[in-house]
Each structure stands twice: as structure tokens, then as C-alpha cells.
């Protein structure tokens, strides 16, 4: 079972409003394994939402369409879906009394506008609204042929009320359609290497017409590997979903930091809780950045005292003792700067390990030897016989933001690989 998901409004096309209505949607009709062919987003315009919806008709088995249900000249929803079902708008008595009662309550008479908000295609069932004051509309398209059935949900487009009437009215019809079919979904996040480097590794589990189907996006530096099986029933849709899982995790071993809707804080912050460690940093790029994200997780104060931002070279000598002489010969930017800064933080703090970043994050300030994007990052655990640092050197690509978000979240993936006891893999 298809079906697509059309949002009508000005607000939406110009880019005034997020349309958070699709993304909700899509989740609660693939629980019920109805995968989702198409977003669409049109004006209020109704020659638009017409042929948006002859168009959708067409491709799929059911269509929900919110928005353009309000009181207003501008919303032309249900006019644009008399028209596409051939059929004359009509009130519908037990709305229009519901719209009157609904005033009354409110001490004020029904304005004479909110009339065609009772009004539906004849033919079609009115969805009763709780929320608000636009009934909802189920309609069912049949082409002229009779080659072309399909379901049509029509409902507000203000979050609140199109939820509770999906929830309530429209979803038991969906998955009466759908027949007990499910799609589960998992999600595995990965930080380090680039999209291509992972599917690389993923190998034949990526294969185009798969089932479960794997693919990989990218947000914020990390990749993350989407898992999708689409099965009749719940159970053989869970077996195949754990085993492409594990077939993924097998790939990519530890690359793989969190599933669904953990992200790479949350898991370093266990670890650290786990292992009873105190973490500080050092930063001098990021501007302190990594200690938002390690104060991010609720309970943090278990594993982070503080931290050190010492941007100026000047700081990083008074507060954290880095050599003078070592920032002259090898720049601030270097190996050598950032274990200084790791291992002065680490004494001062008084911590388990210590985190150090120093680069160029620009758009100014890069030479050739080094360039904007270049990062020095290290890494300090306190031992007996005294601290133990590594340092790495990485080149990030994009704008300011981004290289300070990549340095920052580079640092907890060195941070998450100390703690399991192994070294980076890359």
C-alpha cells in the first residue's frame, strides 16, 4: 500500500512555516506498513491543489492532504476536492450545529464565514474535529474508468488537530487497508569516516530491491545507516530487521556509537558513568563547544568539574602551562601544543582524562602548511607514572561552523575509544 501526503499552504512554499506535519505522518503510516511514495507541498491556490491532487490520485492507494481548511478566502481545500471528485460542495447539518454550539459556549454568534468549514463533497463522511473548527473530510476517488480507487483523508493543517483526528478517525482505516502489514525501521549512527567509506563497508547490504533496504544520509558529520523492513506481518518484519542489524553492526563494528535517537554525548556520557572517569578540556577553536556538548546530558556534573577555553596563546600558557618556546617553534596550532594543553588540563583539573583542541577554524587565519580546517586534537589519561597523551591532526572541510562542530565531535569519538580501551580505527 502507497500513498502520498500533500500539505497545502503559502506559509509552507515560502518557506515561513516547517512543515512538521509530513514528517509525523510518514512515521504513523509506516507502523502500520504503508510506505509513503511522495511529500508534496503546494499554495493556496487552488488551480495548484487540484492538479496536485489529480496527480496523486493516480500513484497511489491513499492520499492525505492537510491544510487549507480554515474560514478565510484563502483556504481552498475542500473546493479544490469537490472539484477533482466531480461532485457539489454541500453543508453538512451535524458540523454546521457543532460550529453554532461551538460559538454559543464562547458567548459570541457564529460568524457567517465559518459556514464553509460544514461543508464537504457530496458524498464523502464528514471526520469530526475536537481540536478546532474544521471538520475533516473521507472521501474516495474513483476514476472514470473505474481503473483508479483511491482513499482520501482530508484534515486541518494545525499540528494539534490533525494528529488527534489522524489518530482518532484516519489510522484504523489505514491499517485496515493495509492488512496487518508493518515497515520497522532502525537506525544506526556512525562518526569518523564519509558516507562513501561506510556503504563501502556495507557492501552487498546496500543492494538496490532489497528488503529490508539500507541506506546511508548525513547530518552534522555523522553518517547514519537506515534499516526499513517491509513485511506483512510484525514478526517477520522484527526478524529480518535484527537480522540486517546485526549483518550492519558486523560491518562496521565500532564505528556504530548509537541506534535511533541516541546521539554521540548521550553515549559518551554512559561510558563515562560507567567507567567512573572525570573528563575537562582544553579548547582554544571551539570556543568551548566540546564542554556544551559533554554539559548537554542531563546528570553531567558526575563526570565534568571543568573545563579550560584558552583562546589566546597567552591563556594557553598561564592557565594551562603550555611552553611558550613550543608554541613559537611548532605553532599553536600543532601535535605538540595540544598534548601541552591536554596533560595541563588534566593536572589542574584534577581529571581522570582530558580533552585539547587548537585549530584554524577560519574563513582567516590559514597558510599553506596550514590551511582553514586544520585541527589539532589530543587526548590525556592520567596514570601512576604520570600523564599519557596522544594527539591527532585532522583537516575538516566547510565554514567556521562546521569545523568547530567536527573538531568538537572528533574529540568524543577519541574520548568514546579511550574509554572502550581500543584506538581509532581511521
Known amino acids: ?41 503546494v499554495p493556496d491556490d487552488q ?60 458567548g459570541r454568534p457564529m460568524p457567517s464565514a465559518n459556514r464553509i468549514q460544514a461543508m464537504i463533497p457530496r458524498g464523502a463522511t464528514m471526520i469530526f474535529n475536537t481540536c478546532g473548527t474544521a471538520a475533516g473530510i473521507d472521501a474516495s476517488y474513483i476514476s472514470g474508468d473505474q481503473k483508479t480507487v483511491c482513499r482520501v483523508f482530508v484534515m486541518p493543517g494545525v499540528p494539534k488537530e490533525m494528529r488527534a483526528m489522524f489518530t ?15 515497515i520497522l525501521s532502525r537506525t544506526l549512527h556512525t562518526f569518523g569516516l564519509g558516507e562513501s567509506a561506510v556503504a563501502e563497508k556495507l557492501g552487498p547490504q546496500m543492494m538496490r530491491g532489497r528488503n529490508p533496504s539500507v541506506g546511508t544520509t548525513i547530518s552534522g558529520g555523522a553518517v547514519s545507516v537506515r534499516i526499513n523492513a517491509s513485511f506483512p506481518s510484525m514478526s517477520e518484519a522484527s526478524d529480518r530487521l535484527r537480522e540486517t542489524e546485526s549483518a550492519c553492526r558486523a560491518a562496521l563494528g565500532d564505528l556504530v556509537y548509537g541506534t535511533d535517537e541516541e546521539t554521540l554525548p548521550e553515549v559518551v556520557a554512559k561510558l563515562l558513568l560507567e567507567k567512573k572517569f572525570v573528563v575537562t578540556t582544553a579548547e582554544s577553536c571551539t570556543g568551548g563547544l566540546l564542554a556544551k556538548y559533554l554539559t548537554d ?21 598561564e592557565l594551562l602551562g603550555v611552553d611558550p ?7 599553536a596550532v600543532s601535535g605538540a601544543v595540544a598534548r601541552e594543553m591536554a596533560v595541563g588540563a588534566l593536572r589542574r583539573a584534577g581529571a581522570d582524562v582530558a580533552l585539547a583542541i587548537t585549530g584554524i ?21 592520567a596514570r601512576p ?10 583537516n575538516f572541510p566547510g565554514d567556521r561552523e562546521m569545523i568547530r562542530d567536527r573538531s568538537a565531535k572528533m574529540a568524543l569519538t577519541m574520548l568514546r575509544y579511550r574509554l572502550m580501551g581500543k584506538d581509532l580505527p581511521f
Open 297 to 317: 546530558v542531563s546528570g553531567s556534573s558526575a563526570y565534568f568539574k571543568t573545563g579550560f577555553i584558552t583562546y589566546a596563546n597567552e591563556a594557553k600558557t
Open 168 to 182: 482518532r478517525d484516519v489510522m484504523p482505516h489505514v491499517k485496515q487497508m493495509g492488512g496487518g502489514a508493518v
Open 385 to 394: 607514572q604520570g600523564p599519557e597523551a596522544q594527539a591527532r591532526t585532522f
Open 325 to 331: 618556546g613550543h608554541i613559537k617553534g611548532h605553532g
Open 47 to 106: 488551480p495548484a491543489i487540484e492538479q496536485a491532487m489529480e496527480e496523486a490520485v493516480g500513484r497511489c492507494d491513499v492520499l492525505i492532504v492537510t491544510g487549507g481548511m480554515g474560514p478565510t478566502e484563502d483556504d481552498l481545500t475542500r473546493q479544490a476536492l469537490a472539484s477533482v471528485l466531480r461532485e457539489p460542495l454541500e453543508p453538512n447539518e451535524t458540523w454546521l450545529a457543532e460550529l453554532e454550539k461551538f460559538f454559543q459556549a464562547r
Open 1 to 41: 500500500m502507497r500513498a502520498i501526503i500533500l500539505s497545502i499552504g503559502d506559509e509552507l512554499t515560502l518557506g515561513q512555516a516547517v512543515d512538521t506535519n509530513s514528517a509525523w505522518l510518514s512515521a504513523q503510516l509506516a507502523s502500520v506498513g504503508c510506505a509513503v511514495a511522495a511529500h508534496v507541498t
Open 361 to 381: 577554524a577560519g574563513p582567516t587565519g590559514g597558510t599553506p602548511e596550514k590551511p582553514v580546517g586544520m585541527v589539532c586534537i589530543a587526548r590525556a589519561t
